[in-house]
């Protein structure tokens, strides 16, 4: 039974490539520093039922783990979790007592929390309070009509839909069982079949019918939430981030339902699968430079929209990498963009990413549209977060490039120490304006570690 799986069934662009990992990334000491960090960060985030940290307690029957150790976010989130598998931090049972946990906060049809803001049946809250109840939007700890609206949407965040199916995917991996899928769990109203309810919960972002990619409407009215680390951006048209999420989750549950004998199913997934694979590329490559002859300089980033927010994408480009969503042909190009942004650091400091260029000329280096000030949070903070994805990604145009960067992020680590020897492990932090918020920050730590060891990278 293989306990070290990667958090999506999609294979990485290094696996797919068909490269064997030989060369060292790092050190055997930084790898244990960065190991050892990992794994205490994501222990100080655990509560246990009844559990006490500070102020607040676990009121659930379930073992929970918050976003950060210093319970900056003290609630449950849905994607934080999810960023926190594909190694031996979670237990399987753990995981299980999360899918449950989030099924008993899933509708069975659509709540109208008031006039211009709308949970739709099956949708997956964006996090969970103590008490077991459910706040579907960013921005406050409401559950009931005070959540959602402006600034944070019409319809809960797209992304956390897709890190539920990939929880499910990796419980089954790790188990090796399909009880689970095969079970009945509790939801709102009543009981369903897991199995059954990861098909509901699959088709709830809006989706183009052309081309697979999920998309969103006037930033006016439905101001969509694409991803959760961008919940203080707006965007229109198709979206790339939910679409990558997407991709990964199709290709999970194509594989679990080819265990439980559904072949149709399993077959109509895989169609989405390869569908979702072209129109990415199709729809959000773009060329970042040309020669002056004209001619292709053989670089581009992904946009992470076709409306608004039609940016490069840095943490949706190197995401896609990652998880293999990008034929060949373009992952060269976009690896090799990775690897500029890195050397003439427009998107990279400390080992630490920002998810716009600073030579964007949108808006100055920030989002076209945001509630935070350029060089603050997701519009332009450098987060720890996409560390791994970009550090593989880059693998692949230069390792030097990728050695360097890797070894830039463990000093980030010695570099920034608390009074307990622990390091920082900010949320996010700028070093030109001295900002930083949310230490002991798990995605921040862990998801790093983790993403570089799924690609082979780490030993």
């Known amino acids: ?10 294979v990485t662009a290094l696996a797919s490539a068909g490269s064997v990992i030989a060369e060292s990334l790092l050190s055997p000491a930084d790898e244990a520093i960065w190991r050892d960090e990992a794994r205490r960060v994501v222990d100080s985030a655990r509560l246990d039922p009844g559990q006490s940290s ?8 379930f073992v929970l783990h918050v976003p950060g150790g210093n319970m900056g976010y003290p609630a449950f989130w849905v994607r934080d979790a999810a960023m926190m598998l594909g190694g031996y931090f979670i237990a399987a049972r753990e995981i299980e007592g999360w899918i449950r946990l989030i099924s008993s906060t899933i509708l069975a049809e659509d709540w109208m929390v008031r006039p ?6 099956f949708a997956v809250p964006d996090h969970i309070n103590f008490d077991g109840k459910a706040t579907y939007y960013p921005g406050n700890y409401e559950t009931g009509a005070k959540q959602g609206g402006k600034p944070w949407g019409k319809f809960p965040p797209l992304d956390d839909h897709f890190y539920f ?27 369903v079949n897991l199995a059954e309810l990861c098909e509901k919960v699959y088709h709830v972002a809006p989706s183009d019918p052309a081309t697979a990619l999920v998309m969103a409407g006037d930033v006016d009215t439905d101001n969509a939430k694409d ?17 990558l999420l997407k991709y990964a989750a199709a290709s999970g549950l194509a594989e679990m339902f080819v265990a439980l004998g559904q072949e149709a199913l399993a077959s109509s997934y895989r169609t989405d699968v390869g569908l979702l694979k072209a129109s990415i590329v199709r729809t959000f490559f773009h060329e970042s430079r040309r020669t002056q002859d004209g001619q292709q300089s053989g670089e581009g980033w992904l946009h992470s929209a076709t ?29 090799r963009a990775l690897v500029r942004a890195y050397r003439e650091k427009t998107a990279v400091r400390e080992g630490c990413v920002r998810q716009i260029l600073t030579t964007d000329q949108t808006n100055r280096g920030g989002w076209q549209i945001s509630v935070s000030s350029i060089g603050e949070y997701q519009n332009g903070g450098y987060w720890g977060t996409p560390a791994g994805w970009y550090i593989a ?3 692949r145009a230069d390792r ?5 960067m890797a070894r830039d992020y463990i000093q980030f680590l010695r570099t920034h120490k608390r009074a307990d020897d622990r390091p920082e492990a900010w949320e996010w932090f700028n070093p030109d304006t001295g900002r930083s918020a949310n230490p002991l920050y798990v995605a921040t730590v862990a998801l790093p570690y983790l993403s570089l060891k799924q690609a082979g990278l780490l030993h």
């Open 1 to 10: 039974m293989q306990r070290h799986y990667a958090i999506f069934i999609v």
């Open 54 to 61: 500070g102020k607040w307690r676990n009121g659930t029957s």
């Open 116 to 121: 211009g803001v709308l949970v739709p049946a």
């Open 165 to 191: 199916l990939v929880m499910v995917h990796h419980q089954w991996k790790m188990t090796g069982s399909l009880a689970l899928m095969r079970s009945r769990v509790k939801i709102a109203s009543g009981e």
């Open 227 to 243: 991803f959760g680390f961008c919940d203080a951006e707006s965007k229109s048209g198709k979206l790339l981030f939910p679409s």
């Open 307 to 335: 409306g608004v927010g039609a940016q490069p994408d840095v943490w949706g480009s190197a995401f896609a990498l990652w998880i293999g969503a990008l034929e060949e042909r373009v992952a060269q190009p976009v690896a």
């Open 393 to 395: 990604g880059m693998w």
């Open 400 to 404: 030097d490039a990728a050695r360097n």
